[in-house]
């Protein structure tokens, strides 16, 4: 059974630092990897996505990718408030399996 | 209108009613999805349509009832419901329904089921 597993959090972190958010997954087969971010009420938008090992930046976002550890993580530097929500690791060897989300707080 | 739409974005129903759900997507797609999403659990994928052909079922209960009439529009129909039904409904839709694993979905935002 494919799994996706995230800490549920609450992660919480002072305006302007770092959050780390991690993923894991149980599917070998898995070639590509999402971020979705849900504020509440919402639906899930797209952050980014990574397909090879290694490190993918975009803005203020960094994916990386280990797939010999079947591990993906997000990083959000200078974190701003706006930036509080839930993070949802999404992981695709054919149809979307996502995780339960790791909540975000960022702390002003 | 652009993105994903949907249509009601709340609905209370009994559990003897019959009511539908509606998305449109307008990004030009050609696989469109539903998902239930209920609290501390993660998104549950219920169908999938790919050039308007159910491509996944994930052994939904039968009083879910979903309709492609074409790559734009998909419906949910629903009747009998339980409340344990009651959830977030999300529709997505994505360029070509998984076969490429480079395959992104966007979501619309949902509809807010309460099922009394």
């Known amino acids: 059974q494919k799994e996706v597993e995230q800490n549920s959090g609450p992660l919480s972190v002072p305006e302007g630092a770092i959050a780390s958010l991690n993923c894991t997954y149980s599917d070998r087969g898995s070639q590509s990897f999402f971020w979705y971010r849900q504020y509440s009420g919402k639906s899930p938008e797209l952050i980014m996505f990574?397909?090879?090992?290694g490190d993918k930046e975009d803005g203020r976002f960094t994916a990386q990718l280990n797939k010999a550890s079947q591990y993906v993580s997000l990083l959000i530097r200078d974190s701003q408030p706006s930036d509080s929500a839930t993070y949802l690791c999404a992981v695709n060897p054919y149809q979307l399996t996502f995780g339960k989300g790791t909540k975000l707080s960022v702390i002003p | 209108e652009t993105g994903v739409t949907q249509t009601p974005r709340h609905l209370v129903m009994g559990m003897t009613n019959k009511k539908s759900l509606k998305c449109e997507q307008h990004?030009?797609?050609?696989?469109m999805y539903w998902y239930k999403q209920s609290a501390k659990k993660p998104l549950e994928l219920m169908f999938v349509y790919n050039f308007k052909e159910q491509t996944e079922n994930n052994s939904v209960p039968s009083r879910f009832s979903p309709e492609c009439p074409n790559s734009s529009h998909l419906f949910l129909h629903l009747h009998t419901l339980q409340p344990e039904d009651s959830a977030l409904y999300l529709c997505?839709?994505?360029?070509?329904?998984?076969?490429?694993?480079?395959?992104?979905?966007?979501f619309g935002p949902g509809t807010r089921l309460t099922v009394l």
């Open positions: 990574i397909y090879s090992n």
């Open positions: 997505a839709s994505s360029q070509d329904g998984g076969t490429l694993s480079t395959d992104t979905q966007y």
């Open positions: 990004l030009g797609h050609n696989a």
